[in-house]
C-alpha cells in the first residue's frame, strides 16, 4: 500500500510569491491535514479536510489556504510569501479504524522563501 | 494548536537499555494521544496512541502510560536500537484535529 505522497519535494521561492504544495493520501484514507514544521515553533495544525470539506482550521492567517478534491488528493496554497513561511510543510492521511485514527504522514516539502 | 519549540531534549541510552521518554500535555479535556516518531529528514511516524479511556497500551516493543491525574504520557521502548534514534514527540487531541498540540520533542540517541 502506497503511503502518503508529497510533491514537490524541495522548493525555492521569492517573497512576495505564492506556491501551491500537492499531497496525496493513501488510498481509501478520506481525512487529509497539513502542518507547518519550523526549528522555531515545532508542529502546528494548518486545516483538515474530509470528503473535500474544510472540517478544522489552525491559527494561520488567510495567506495560508486549501482543497481537497472528489479522490481526496489534496493541495494547499500560500500567497504572498514571506521569509517565515520558510518550513517544512507536512500532509497527513487518516482513516478510523477498530483501534482508533490512524495517522500518517508523508515526507514533507521542504520551502524556503529568499 | 501550537506548540513552543525550544531546544530539544535529549536522551542517550545504551544500545539494549530501555528508554522512557516523557510528554507532560496541557489540555485535562484531550482524549486522545499519539507517539510519533521523527527521523532526520522524514515526515513523522505514528508509533503508538492511546485513548483517555485507557492508562496503559502495549505495542511491539514499545508502551505508552498515561496518567491523566498530573496530565503525563510516556514512551518506553524496549531493548533500544540503533535505528530507534530519531526525536519523539507527543500529540494531543481533543474535540479532533483543531484542538490538536504537539510537544516540542525529545531527541532519543542510541549509543552502539
Known amino acids: 500500500k502506497a503511503g502518503v505522497t508529497q510533491t514537490p519535494r524541495y522548493l525555492i521561492k521569492t517573497r512576495g510569491q505564492q506556491v501551491t504544495l500537492s499531497c496525496s493520501p493513501i488510498?481509501?484514507?478520506?481525512?487529509v491535514s497539513w502542518y507547518q514544521q519550523t526549528p522555531g515553533q515545532g508542529l502546528q495544525f494548518l486545516f483538515e479536510?474530509?470528503?473535500?470539506?474544510?472540517?478544522n482550521k489552525g491559527n494561520f492567517p488567510g495567506r495560508f489556504s486549501g482543497r481537497q478534491f472528489s479522490n481526496s488528493r489534496s493541495e494547499m496554497n500560500v500567497s504572498t510569501l514571506e521569509l517565515g513561511d520558510s518550513a517544512l510543510y507536512l500532509c497527513?492521511?487518516?482513516?478510523?479504524?477498530?483501534?482508533?485514527?490512524?495517522?500518517?504522514f508523508g515526507e514533507g516539502s521542504w520551502l524556503t522563501v529568499v | 494548536g501550537e506548540n513552543v519549540g525550544l531546544h530539544l531534549p535529549t536522551l542517550s541510552v545504551q544500545e539494549g537499555d530501555n528508554s522512557i521518554i516523557n510528554c507532560a500535555y496541557s489540555?485535562?479535556?484531550?482524549?486522545?494521544f499519539i507517539w510519533y516518531k521523527q527521523e532526520s529528514g522524514k515526515g513523522p511516524q505514528f508509533i503508538i496512541d492511546?485513548?483517555?479511556?485507557?492508562d496503559k497500551r502495549q505495542g511491539q516493543r514499545v508502551t505508552v502510560l498515561l496518567n491523566k491525574t498530573v496530565k503525563h504520557l510516556s514512551l518506553q521502548i524496549a531493548a533500544t536500537q540503533p535505528g530507534d534514534s530519531a526525536v519523539y514527540f507527543c500529540?494531543?487531541?481533543?474535540?479532533?484535529?483543531?484542538?490538536?498540540?504537539f510537544g516540542i520533542g525529545t531527541k532519543l540517541q542510541v549509543i552502539p
Open positions: 497527513a492521511s487518516s482513516a478510523f479504524t477498530s483501534s482508533g485514527n490512524t495517522i500518517y
Open positions: 489540555n485535562s479535556a484531550s482524549d486522545y
Open positions: 492511546i485513548r483517555s479511556n485507557m
Open positions: 500529540a494531543e487531541y481533543s474535540g479532533g484535529y483543531q484542538k490538536v498540540t
Open positions: 479536510y474530509f470528503s473535500e470539506t474544510q472540517r
Open positions: 488510498s481509501g484514507h478520506r481525512s
